[in-house]
């Protein structure tokens, strides 16, 4: 059973830093694309991030560009988004999603993990 | 940046009804589009990708269509269950993934 499971989220002051972590197990790790997408309260989905199989490949929505660095570690299963000079406007849930064969859809997702920028 | 538009962005409807949901993107996107559904305080989950193709385990009530820059999400005949909101989401580019604003299907 594929399973992704988020964590890492919680309240930080606004210029602040946190990094969120995403275990994935149930399918093998290293040969797809994964990404985090973010929801704020009563909002829409909005994409924030992408990185290849390989991790060679990164991807950003420009509002979070130069802020926030996508990572994943193969030999653990785990995903990675380290966040800094947070603002407000960041506070939402963020998923972490498994990416379909060779493509950007997303077939499995985790239940989140929320991230409150205030202070 | 491709945008996605979806409409309605709210539609009543009752068990049984045909419903019909449109997103329109900015620029072609060939067949690059996925549907989602998403209930409340839940993750996404994932309904047609390739634009008309349904996941393994979706019911066949749910259809997707279209190309380029028109598509469409059907459900043939609304379930209790379906009462949700949807979202597409294009990939043909995947430096700048966009979802659309979402569709609240609620009952009539």
């Known amino acids: 059973e594929v399973q992704l499971l988020e964590s890492g989220g919680g309240l930080v002051q606004p210029g602040g830093s946190l990094r969120l972590s995403c275990a994935a197990s149930g399918f093998s790790f290293s040969y797809f694309a994964v990404t985090w997408v973010r929801q704020s309260p009563g909002k829409g989905l909005e994409w924030v991030s992408a990185i290849s199989n390989s991790g060679g490949n990164t991807y950003y929505a420009d509002s979070v560009k130069g802020r926030f660095t996508i990572s994943r570690d193969n030999s653990k299963n785990t995903l990675y988004l380290q966040m800094k000079s947070l603002r407000a406007e960041d506070t939402a849930v963020y998923h972490c999603?498994?990416?379909?064969?060779?493509?950007?859809?997303?077939?499995?997702w985790g239940q989140g993990t929320l991230v409150t920028v205030s202070s | 940046d491709i945008q996605m538009t979806q409409s309605p962005s709210t539609l009543s409807a009752s068990v049984g009804d045909r419903v019909t949901i449109t997103c329109r993107a900015s620029?072609?996107?060939?067949?690059?589009l996925a549907w989602y559904q998403q209930k409340p305080g839940k993750a996404p989950k994932l309904l047609i990708y390739?634009?008309?193709s349904l996941e393994s385990g979706v019911p066949s009530r749910f259809s997707g269509s279209g190309s380029g820059t028109e598509f469409t999400l059907t459900i043939s005949s609304l379930q209790p269950d379906d009462f949700a909101t949807y979202y597409c989401q294009q990939y043909n580019t995947f430096s700048s993934l966009t979802f659309g604003g979402g569709t609240k299907v609620g009952i009539k």
């Open positions: 999603a498994k990416g379909g064969y060779g493509n950007y859809y997303f077939d499995y």
């Open positions: 620029q072609s996107i060939s067949t690059w």
């Open positions: 390739d634009a008309s």
